[in-house]
Structure formats: structure tokens, C-alpha cells
């Protein structure tokens, strides 16, 4: 389903690209074909928008499209004839949809001047779809446009990648995630957490209204606690809070991220009191820790997580490692 059609925001959200489509436009060196590759969330279909908008638009001023004239109205309303979409049918894009575009294409059109194609998830064209596509793309036609979305570009045919030009995708900022999280119900604390845990919207909503990683955050914020009164606290809280969350690698290797932002956190804080939190609503005993510990202590603690990461990967019990890590955290030991 395609997305309504809105340029708004986009030029603080991918400046890059957005200035690389505006000088590509203001030169008139516009290319028989582009690929936008960025991962979910980035803002694939408002950066193509903005292309196609600032391509057709007669009354841009600064290389931005006015979205008032007739042109920028019609696109709007997605009522323009130049102008083709086209999405996976099912799992695939098949070859008898490109077969149709490619006609489409062909035509004489009603509408005078350059017509564009857009290809949504370029990725899921199949061998057969990709073939067809490259015959097309081999032989340009200099009023004919296509701009391929993807966040996978490694997935097309490499012939396909070497007859587009390339505008890649920024990852989304932290800052402009967490308020679209926020935007969307997520408590401000959760959304600081998992917006360092993904830069993809749908990724970090899918974790913040997740129980286990719920379970997982509280349950790292009641470790650090216990960590800071004793061994014995933080051994015993392993026990009681940390079973299910050890089952799996996959929520094992979170739980680890989870704390070694925390520590992060009582870094920052040390070194900046008004530090941008991963646990907001943690910072009043984050600054506790800080004023105990020496950033030579920290950094080591910080090691020394990262070590527990190595040696999950190693297939270590899961358990016992969190029960090192614990020892480790307070004793200053590494992993023998």
C-alpha cells in the first residue's frame, strides 16, 4: 500500500540526500536511473517524493518544491499521469507487473515531459522480474526516470546496481526516532531505551510494547542496583529475575546490551550531568555511581561486559557467565 504522499520533514531527517537530489535537479543532470537504499524507517518513500516532487514542481524556490502549484497538487493527490508506482504482488515482484510498467512506459503519453517509474521494495524482483527490468534499463530513453527503493541493495543483480546512481540513506538520529516513538504512546524513559537499540520505527516500536524486553529492561536496572550493594544481591538477583531471559542468545545478547548501556549512561552522566540517558528515568542514581567510581573503573566495567558479549558468542553457559560478569563487575577480574 503505497504511502500518502508528504515531503514534509524529510529535509531535516536525510539532509544529504536531499542536497544531493537538489544539486542532481538544479544542474538538470537528471539520470535515467536512481537507487534510494536506506533501512526501514529512514525515510525511503518521502526522500523518492521529494525527488519526483522537485522534478516536476514550476515553482520551486531554493531547489524546494512550492506545493502549490498544479503539478505539486496532482502529485499530492497522486493524480498525476507521468508518474508510475509499483509494489511486490504477493511475496515477489513479478515479471508480467514489469512487463505492464515497461509498457506503461513506452506509451505516448497525454502528459508532456519526463515520465518517472518507482519500484517499491526493488529487492523482492525475481530473477525473471530483475532480467526483464535490465533489458529496459540497458536501452534509456532520456525522458524516462526509474528510482528503485531498497533496504537491501545487495539483493538486486549487480548489472541492475551498476546502471543506477546511488542516494543512500542516513540512519534515523536518535533524537528524531525517540520522538516519533513518543509520538506514537511509548513512554519517554522506554523510548530513550529502545531508540538506542534500533534506528528502525518499526523495530523500536515492536521492542517497546514487547513484555520480555520490558521484563529485560527492569530486570538489567534491579541487576545494576544490586550490583552496587553486593556480590550476593546481584547473584541472587540473576536467580530469581534472569532465567527466562537467559533461554535464548538472542535475549541473552540484549540483556548484555541493556547493561552495557547502563554503564554508559554513569559514564556520560560522570563526564556530563546533563548527558542524554539510554534510562532517563534512572539518572538521579546514575549520578549516585558516578561520584563513586573512577572513570578508570568504569571504563573497565565497560570491558568487561563486552568480554561477556565475546563470550556468549563462544556458546559459555549462559548463567554462569552472568554470574562471572557479576563477580568480574565487582572485583575488577576479567574472563580467565
Not at 525515510?43 to 515553482?59: A, D, S
Amino acid at each position: 500500500m503505497e504511502e500518502e504522499w508528504s515531503i514534509q520533514g524529510i529535509e531535516k531527517i536525510q539532509p544529504t540526500a536531499i542536497k544531493q537530489i537538489q544539486s542532481i535537479v538544479a544542474k538538470n543532470r537528471i539520470g535515467h536511473a536512481y537507487i534510494i537504499e536506506g533501512a526501514n524507517g529512514t525515510g525511503k518513500t518521502k526522500v523518492m517524493q521529494f525527488f519526483v516532487q522537485l522534478m516536476f514542481c514550476e515553482n520551486s524556490t531554493e531547489n524546494v518544491p512550492c506545493e502549490t502549484c498544479r503539478n505539486c497538487k496532482r502529485l499530492k493527490s497522486s493524480n498525476h499521469l507521468n508518474i508510475t508506482q509499483l509494489e511486490p504482488d504477493g511475496q515477489n515482484i513479478k515479471r508480467n507487473q514489469i512487463d505492464e510498467l515497461i509498457h506503461e512506459m513506452s506509451k505516448t503519453s497525454i502528459e508532456r515531459g519526463r515520465k518517472v517509474y518507482v519500484i517499491h521494495e526493488a529487492d523482492r524482483l525475481n530473477t525473471s522480474s530483475s532480467n526483464t527490468l535490465l533489458k529496459f534499463l540497458e536501452e534509456p530513453q532520456s525522458e524516462i526516470t526509474a528510482i528503485l527503493l531498497t533496504d537491501k541493495m545487495h539483493a538486486l543483480l549487480p548489472t541492475i546496481r551498476s546502471r543506477c546512481q546511488h542516494i543512500g540513506l542516513a540512519t534515523m538520529p536518535q533524537g528524531v526516532l525517540k520522538k516519533k516513538l513518543m509520538e506514537e504512546g511509548i513512554t519517554d524513559s522506554m523510548a530513550s531505551t529502545v531508540s538506542r537499540m534500533t534506528n528502525q520505527v518499526e523495530e523500536a516500536l515492536i521492542l517497546a510494547k514487547d513484555e520480555q524486553f520490558g521484563l529485560a529492561r527492569k530486570s538489567v536496572i534491579k541487576l545494576v542496583e544490586a550490583s552496587e550493594k553486593s556480590v550476593q544481591d546481584a547473584l541472587m538477583c540473576i536467580h530469581e529475575d534472569f532465567g527466562p531471559l537467559l533461554k535464548e542468545k538472542e535475549s541473552a545478547e540484549q540483556v548484555l546490551d541493556l547493561l552495557l548501556f547502563a554503564y554508559r549512561d554513569i559514564v556520560a552522566i560522570k563526564a556530563t550531568p546533563l548527558a542524554v540517558c539510554t534510562y532517563p528515568d534512572m539518572i538521579s542514581f546514575w549520578k549516585q555511581i558516578a561520584l563513586q567510581k573512577t572513570y578508570e573503573q568504569l571504563s573497565k566495567q565497560l570491558e568487561l561486559i563486552l568480554d561477556a558479549k565475546q563470550n556468549l558468542h563462544r556458546n559459555m553457559n549462559r548463567t554462569l557467565m552472568m554470574e562471572q560478569l557479576m563477580l568480574n563487575l565487582q572485583e575488577g577480574y576479567s574472563f580467565v
